[in-house]
């Protein structure tokens, strides 16, 4: 495993298409056989991975797309420091024209939600998309918020002790603004389904501008 993973880095670095996508293929094998390998150079493969989510070449990128999709799915929590990176560049995706690569980016996106520290899936999520300016891309932001949302549920949202309301707020009234029906759509399921909790308005006025109150 250690001299595939050496192998993979290189198969990346090099300029050859086919050479990227067959060391991506080894990226993904080993995340799901050899996990722990791969760990202990998480970071320099996930950027050399998420590289390669920008390439031009729609192949490459889609196997990326793909690859970044099984990092999340086998190596979860050990995932949460690479998330901001490679969040970012799988969201940029969602504003693609290729349909192919925007169903891959949304798959990859939901194996992120399900997989990590909800809280840092969170934060990634709002600093990689909330102010984009493609709103395909907020869309996008929105709805994988709405999962995490879903997911921790308003009692661990609301809870003073976590600081997840102060970023989520926010984002969420902004989100509920939205100049596109979709995002709004997410923006305001997210505040329905906070509602019902006894802490919603106080937190709310908290932490929320006035404007958007």
Request: with cysteine; proline share 4%.
């Amino acid at each position: 495993p250690d001299t595939a993973l050496a192998e993979a880095l290189a198969l990346l670095a090099d300029q050859d298409w086919e050479k990227k996508i067959e060391g991506l293929n080894f990226v993904r094998c080993l995340s799901a056989y050899h996990a722990p390998v791969l760990t202990a150079k998480l970071h320099e493969t996930t950027l050399a991975v998420a590289q390669e989510v920008k390439n031009l070449r729609s192949g490459v990128s889609r196997a990326a797309v793909v690859c970044l999709g099984d990092l999340f799915t086998h190596l979860k929590k050990s995932m949460d420091q690479e998330l901001d990176n490679a969040v970012k560049v799988l969201l940029h995706k969602a504003g693609e024209s290729n349909t192919f690569i925007r169903e891959e980016v949304d798959k990859a996106l939901k194996a992120m939600v399900n997989n990590v520290t909800p809280a840092r899936a969170l934060c990634s999520l709002i600093n990689g998309g909330q102010s984009h300016l493609h709103s395909a891309v907020r869309r996008c932001t929105a709805q994988h918020l709405g999962d995490i949302v879903e997911r921790m549920g308003p009692e661990r949202i609301l809870a003073t002790a976590k600081p997840v309301a102060d970023r989520l707020l926010p984002a969420i009234a902004r989100f509920a603004q939205d100049s596109s029906q979709q995002t709004r759509y997410y923006g305001r399921r997210m505040l329905f389904s906070m509602m019902a909790h006894p802490d919603f308005d106080k937190t709310l006025e908290k932490f929320v501008p006035a404007k958007d109150l």
